[in-house]
């Protein structure tokens, strides 16, 4: 059962456009939600996290908006611009030792 | 500083074979742990380690044995490769409990025949 449920799979934004990326959740007890850049042939970086706690985190084109009442949480990149295409991952974790991830999104930015 | 190494890059195995994919980093990281990736699942945890000498299994650790001797390393053992466990294996480490930033290795594919 996927724990963390995300969509689209994959997203195709032209440059200067809007990409926005979503996550679902179930456990109430998750409280880190982060998000991972994935370029190919490389391993997943840490793009930006929040705690449940605050409802929005920006930081530069990259926000995460968080609806605890709904259990979602989504990605958004501003100016999207080709070197922003790569795979996303959502994740989530409830004990620090264990992270649940969903199943990624690719995104291609046209220029 | 190297941060997290993995090596193999690549490996192809017979059904059956045993083999190790090892899992370094030079970042004095208590927390390290074990993915495996794969088309459409995203990434999957296998086994992680809070510190040398402490295991501990994941979602999916059927199939894989893992032990934490040094701080360092983190190796990962397939006792008997199976198709199954085709897959693109990533290592993470974090400075303690994975509420900090993890930092993956780039990753071993391997392919069970």
């Known amino acids: 059962q996927q724990q963390v449920k995300q969509s689209p799979q994959s997203l195709i934004v032209q440059k200067g456009g809007i990409s926005i990326i979503n996550c679902a959740y179930e456990?109430?007890?998750?409280?880190?939600f982060p998000w991972y850049q994935q370029f190919p042939g490389k391993g997943p970086a840490l793009l930006i996290a929040i705690r449940p706690d605050v409802s929005e985190k920006k930081e530069g084109r990259f926000t995460i908006s968080f609806n605890k009442s709904a259990k979602q949480f989504s990605l958004h990149i501003m100016d999207s611009q080709p070197g922003d295409s790569a795979t996303y991952f959502c994740a989530a974790t409830y004990t620090g030792n264990q992270f649940y991830f969903g199943t990624g999104t690719s995104l291609t930015v046209i220029p | 500083n190297a941060g997290v190494t993995q090596t193999p890059k690549f490996q192809v195995l017979k059904t059956g074979q045993s083999m190790t994919l090892q899992c370094a980093q030079d970042?004095?990281?208590?927390?390290m742990s074990w993915y495996r990736q794969d088309p459409g699942m995203g990434l999957r945890l296998i086994h992680y380690s809070v510190g040398a000498g402490i295991t501990d299994q994941g979602e999916v650790p059927n199939g894989y044995n893992v032990s934490r001797s040094t701080t360092e390393d983190f190796p990962l053992r397939l006792l008997s490769a199976a198709p199954s466990q085709t897959s693109v294996y990533f290592c993470?480490?974090?400075?303690?409990?994975?509420?900090?930033?993890?930092?993956f290795g780039p990753g071993t594919r391997l392919l069970v025949l």
């Open positions: 456990n109430t007890a998750f409280d880190y």
């Open positions: 993470a480490s974090s400075q303690n409990r994975g509420q900090e930033t993890q930092y």
């Open positions: 970042m004095n990281h208590e927390y």
